[in-house]
C-alpha cells in the first residue's frame, strides 16, 4: 500500500516534470512572439512597399502633367504663330486687292 520509493525522488521528479512543463510553456511563448514579430515585420514591410508604389504613381502623374503641360504650351505657340501668319497673309491679301482694284480704275 505503501509507496517503496523514498520521498524525495518523488519531490525530485515533480520538480523535474514542473521545469520540463515550463520549458514548454516558454518555448510556445517564444514561438508566439517570434511569430507575432514576422507577422508585423510583414505588414510593416508591406505597407511600406503600398506607400512608396502610391508615391510612384504620384510621381509618375506629374511627369505625365507636366509633360502634357508642356506639350500644350509648344502647341499653343504653334498654333499662335500659324494665326499671325494667316492674318499677315490676309493682311497682303487685302494689300494687293486694293492695289489691284486702283490698278483698274
Known sequence: M???????????KD???EKK??????????LQQVRQ????LAYSLREKIRLEKCQQQ???KQQKYKQLKRWQEEKLGELQEIYKCS???VGH????????????K
Open 2 to 12: 505503501f509507496s517503496t520509493k523514498p520521498k524525495s525522488t518523488i519531490l525530485l
Open 58 to 60: 504620384n510621381l509618375s
Open 21 to 30: 512543463k515550463e520549458f514548454e510553456r516558454r518555448k510556445k511563448l517564444r
Open 37 to 40: 514579430q514576422s507577422k508585423d
Open 15 to 17: 520538480v523535474e516534470l
Open 93 to 104: 491679301s487685302h494689300i494687293q486687292a486694293a492695289k489691284q482694284v486702283s490698278i483698274i
Open 87 to 89: 492674318l499677315r497673309d
